[in-house]
Protein backbone atom coordinates (compact mmCIF):
# COMPACT_ATOMS: atom_id res chain seq x y z
CA UNK A 1 0.00 0.00 0.00
CA UNK A 2 1.32 3.50 -1.01
CA UNK A 3 2.06 5.30 1.77
CA UNK A 4 2.84 9.39 2.46
CA UNK A 5 3.76 10.93 5.80
CA UNK A 6 4.29 14.29 6.46
CA UNK A 7 5.63 16.01 9.48
CA UNK A 8 5.21 17.82 11.84
CA UNK A 9 1.61 17.50 11.64
CA UNK A 10 1.31 21.21 12.84
CA UNK A 11 3.77 24.26 13.34
CA UNK A 12 3.36 27.58 14.72
CA UNK A 13 5.97 30.52 13.81
CA UNK A 14 6.51 34.15 13.73
CA UNK A 15 5.99 36.28 10.65
CA UNK A 16 9.79 36.42 8.85
CA UNK A 17 10.96 32.73 10.49
CA UNK A 18 11.99 30.15 7.83
CA UNK A 19 10.40 27.06 7.73
CA UNK A 20 10.52 23.23 6.69
CA UNK A 21 8.02 21.09 6.09
CA UNK A 22 8.95 17.26 5.21
CA UNK A 23 7.65 14.68 3.37
CA UNK A 24 8.67 10.79 3.01
CA UNK A 25 6.86 8.41 0.80
CA UNK A 26 6.59 4.51 -0.25
CA UNK A 27 5.47 4.53 -3.50
CA UNK A 28 5.12 1.51 -5.90
CA UNK A 29 6.21 2.78 -9.58
CA UNK A 30 7.17 6.19 -8.14
CA UNK A 31 6.80 8.68 -10.66
CA UNK A 32 6.28 12.06 -9.03
CA UNK A 33 5.68 14.17 -5.89
CA UNK A 34 2.96 17.23 -5.14
CA UNK A 35 3.05 19.66 -2.88
CA UNK A 36 -0.24 21.82 -2.52
CA UNK A 37 -1.27 24.54 -0.40
CA UNK A 38 -4.73 24.63 1.25
CA UNK A 39 -6.19 27.34 2.67
CA UNK A 40 -9.80 27.40 3.53
CA UNK A 41 -10.83 26.11 0.51
CA UNK A 42 -9.40 23.71 -2.38
CA UNK A 43 -5.56 22.40 -2.64
CA UNK A 44 -3.74 24.56 -5.02
CA UNK A 45 -0.87 23.41 -6.62
CA UNK A 46 2.46 24.60 -5.68
CA UNK A 47 5.55 21.69 -7.22
CA UNK A 48 5.67 18.58 -9.27
CA UNK A 49 9.29 17.09 -8.21
CA UNK A 50 10.30 14.07 -10.20
CA UNK A 51 14.30 14.19 -10.31
CA UNK A 52 16.51 13.80 -7.21
CA UNK A 53 18.40 17.13 -6.02
CA UNK A 54 16.43 19.94 -8.76
CA UNK A 55 15.33 22.56 -6.69
CA UNK A 56 12.01 24.09 -7.75
CA UNK A 57 11.90 27.74 -6.78
CA UNK A 58 8.50 29.62 -6.76
CA UNK A 59 9.25 33.27 -4.53
CA UNK A 60 9.88 32.55 -1.44
CA UNK A 61 8.95 28.91 -1.90
CA UNK A 62 11.28 26.00 -2.60
CA UNK A 63 11.25 22.03 -2.84
CA UNK A 64 13.83 19.68 -3.20
CA UNK A 65 13.38 15.72 -3.67
CA UNK A 66 16.01 12.95 -2.19
CA UNK A 67 14.78 9.85 -4.44
CA UNK A 68 16.89 7.45 -2.50
CA UNK A 69 16.13 8.51 0.93
CA UNK A 70 12.62 8.59 -0.29
CA UNK A 71 11.80 12.39 0.87
CA UNK A 72 10.83 16.19 -0.49
CA UNK A 73 11.02 19.23 1.74
CA UNK A 74 9.27 22.31 1.27
CA UNK A 75 11.24 25.48 2.67
CA UNK A 76 8.98 28.82 3.18
CA UNK A 77 11.72 31.52 4.08
CA UNK A 78 10.47 35.34 5.48
CA UNK A 79 7.25 33.49 6.12
CA UNK A 80 4.01 36.12 6.03
CA UNK A 81 1.24 35.50 7.28
CA UNK A 82 -0.72 34.82 4.42
CA UNK A 83 1.38 31.60 4.22
CA UNK A 84 -0.55 30.09 7.00
CA UNK A 85 -2.28 27.14 5.62
CA UNK A 86 -2.28 23.29 5.07
CA UNK A 87 0.44 22.05 3.51
CA UNK A 88 -0.45 18.57 1.52
CA UNK A 89 2.48 16.47 0.34
CA UNK A 90 0.91 13.68 -2.37
CA UNK A 91 2.09 10.87 -5.18
CA UNK A 92 0.39 9.21 -7.57
CA UNK A 93 -0.84 5.88 -7.31
CA UNK A 94 1.51 3.24 -8.10
CA UNK A 95 -1.04 1.18 -10.73
CA UNK A 96 -0.88 3.83 -13.17
CA UNK A 97 -1.11 7.33 -14.12
CA UNK A 98 -5.08 7.63 -14.16
CA UNK A 99 -5.26 6.66 -10.40
CA UNK A 100 -5.85 9.10 -7.88
CA UNK A 101 -2.69 10.33 -5.31
CA UNK A 102 -1.76 9.51 -2.32
CA UNK A 103 -1.65 12.59 0.69
CA UNK A 104 -0.03 12.90 3.47
CA UNK A 105 -2.28 14.10 6.21
CA UNK A 106 -0.64 17.65 5.98
CA UNK A 107 1.14 20.09 7.84
CA UNK A 108 -0.98 22.99 9.30
CA UNK A 109 1.33 25.88 9.64
CA UNK A 110 0.12 29.00 11.70
CA UNK A 111 2.13 32.03 11.08
CA UNK A 112 1.76 34.87 13.98
CA UNK A 113 2.41 38.31 13.60
CA UNK B 1 -6.08 28.45 -15.98
CA UNK B 2 -7.90 25.16 -15.26
CA UNK B 3 -11.17 25.33 -13.82
CA UNK B 4 -12.86 23.39 -11.79
CA UNK B 5 -16.30 23.62 -10.43
CA UNK B 6 -18.33 22.26 -7.96
CA UNK B 7 -22.59 22.51 -7.85
CA UNK B 8 -22.34 23.36 -4.23
CA UNK B 9 -19.95 25.29 -1.66
CA UNK B 10 -22.46 23.87 1.20
CA UNK B 11 -25.23 21.53 1.48
CA UNK B 12 -26.91 20.07 4.22
CA UNK B 13 -29.26 16.44 3.52
CA UNK B 14 -30.63 14.46 6.02
CA UNK B 15 -30.44 10.98 6.60
CA UNK B 16 -31.68 8.39 3.91
CA UNK B 17 -31.62 11.43 1.09
CA UNK B 18 -30.37 10.64 -1.79
CA UNK B 19 -27.55 13.20 -3.06
CA UNK B 20 -25.94 14.61 -6.24
CA UNK B 21 -22.69 16.04 -5.85
CA UNK B 22 -21.88 17.52 -9.47
CA UNK B 23 -18.28 18.45 -10.55
CA UNK B 24 -17.64 20.53 -14.04
CA UNK B 25 -13.89 20.75 -15.85
CA UNK B 26 -13.14 22.91 -18.63
CA UNK B 27 -9.94 21.89 -19.56
CA UNK B 28 -10.49 18.87 -21.82
CA UNK B 29 -8.68 16.59 -18.91
CA UNK B 30 -8.95 12.94 -19.57
CA UNK B 31 -9.16 11.86 -15.44
CA UNK B 32 -11.10 13.10 -13.09
CA UNK B 33 -11.38 12.21 -9.49
CA UNK B 34 -13.36 12.45 -5.97
CA UNK B 35 -11.95 12.65 -2.43
CA UNK B 36 -13.33 13.57 0.87
CA UNK B 37 -11.50 15.31 3.10
CA UNK B 38 -12.20 14.89 7.03
CA UNK B 39 -9.72 16.26 10.18
CA UNK B 40 -7.18 13.74 11.01
CA UNK B 41 -7.66 11.51 8.15
CA UNK B 42 -6.49 13.98 5.11
CA UNK B 43 -7.87 13.24 1.16
CA UNK B 44 -9.02 9.97 0.89
CA UNK B 45 -9.98 8.86 -2.56
CA UNK B 46 -13.76 7.60 -3.51
CA UNK B 47 -13.66 7.07 -6.92
CA UNK B 48 -12.18 7.94 -10.33
CA UNK B 49 -12.51 8.00 -14.34
CA UNK B 50 -10.34 8.07 -16.73
CA UNK B 51 -12.25 8.12 -19.75
CA UNK B 52 -16.37 8.75 -20.30
CA UNK B 53 -18.34 6.28 -18.73
CA UNK B 54 -15.45 4.47 -17.08
CA UNK B 55 -15.08 4.40 -14.00
CA UNK B 56 -12.81 3.09 -10.95
CA UNK B 57 -13.00 2.01 -7.29
CA UNK B 58 -10.68 3.97 -5.00
CA UNK B 59 -9.83 3.74 -1.83
CA UNK B 60 -12.87 4.48 0.20
CA UNK B 61 -15.82 3.54 -2.92
CA UNK B 62 -19.02 1.84 -0.27
CA UNK B 63 -21.85 4.10 0.08
CA UNK B 64 -21.15 6.24 -2.84
CA UNK B 65 -21.58 6.04 -6.69
CA UNK B 66 -20.23 8.14 -9.90
CA UNK B 67 -21.65 8.89 -13.47
CA UNK B 68 -19.40 10.04 -16.64
CA UNK B 69 -21.73 10.39 -19.40
CA UNK B 70 -19.37 13.72 -20.46
CA UNK B 71 -15.86 14.10 -20.71
CA UNK B 72 -16.17 17.59 -18.82
CA UNK B 73 -18.87 16.75 -16.08
CA UNK B 74 -18.23 14.09 -12.91
CA UNK B 75 -20.83 13.03 -10.38
CA UNK B 76 -20.74 11.72 -7.31
CA UNK B 77 -24.18 10.07 -5.96
CA UNK B 78 -24.55 8.90 -2.26
CA UNK B 79 -27.57 6.92 -2.71
CA UNK B 80 -28.83 6.98 0.85
CA UNK B 81 -26.89 9.53 3.07
CA UNK B 82 -25.64 8.89 6.10
CA UNK B 83 -23.90 11.03 9.00
CA UNK B 84 -20.92 9.41 8.70
CA UNK B 85 -20.86 10.80 5.12
CA UNK B 86 -20.65 14.71 6.45
CA UNK B 87 -17.25 15.97 5.09
CA UNK B 88 -15.22 18.17 2.78
CA UNK B 89 -15.46 16.65 -0.84
CA UNK B 90 -13.29 17.55 -3.05
CA UNK B 91 -13.63 16.95 -6.95
CA UNK B 92 -10.09 17.50 -9.31
CA UNK B 93 -9.36 16.94 -12.64
CA UNK B 94 -5.83 15.55 -14.62
CA UNK B 95 -4.71 15.71 -18.24
CA UNK B 96 -4.08 12.02 -18.98
CA UNK B 97 -2.88 9.79 -19.40
CA UNK B 98 -0.72 7.19 -17.91
CA UNK B 99 2.58 7.63 -16.76
CA UNK B 100 3.72 10.92 -17.98
CA UNK B 101 3.88 12.90 -14.47
CA UNK B 102 3.37 16.33 -16.09
CA UNK B 103 -0.52 14.91 -17.29
CA UNK B 104 -0.58 14.02 -13.91
CA UNK B 105 -1.19 17.08 -11.44
CA UNK B 106 -4.52 17.25 -10.49
CA UNK B 107 -5.98 20.44 -9.93
CA UNK B 108 -8.56 21.03 -7.34
CA UNK B 109 -12.61 22.48 -7.20
CA UNK B 110 -13.54 24.51 -4.14
CA UNK B 111 -15.23 21.77 -2.69
CA UNK B 112 -18.73 21.06 -1.51
CA UNK B 113 -18.97 20.80 2.44
CA UNK B 114 -22.00 18.55 2.83
CA UNK B 115 -23.87 18.02 6.80
CA UNK B 116 -25.93 14.81 6.59
CA UNK B 117 -28.46 15.19 9.55
Known amino acids: EDKVVQSPLSLVVHEGDTVTLNCSYE??????LLWYKQEKKAPTFLFMLTSSGIEKKSGRLSSILDKKELFSILNITATQTGDSAVYLCASPNGGGGADGLTFGKGTHLIIQP | DVKVTQSSRYLVKRTGEKVFLECVQD?????MFWYRQDPGLGLRLIYF???????EKGDIPEGYSVSREKKERFSLILESASTNQTSMYLCASSLGPAGVPQQETQYFGPGTRLLVL
Open chain 1, 27 to 32: VTNFRS
Open chain 2, 27 to 31: MDHEN
Open chain 2, 49 to 55: SYDVKMK
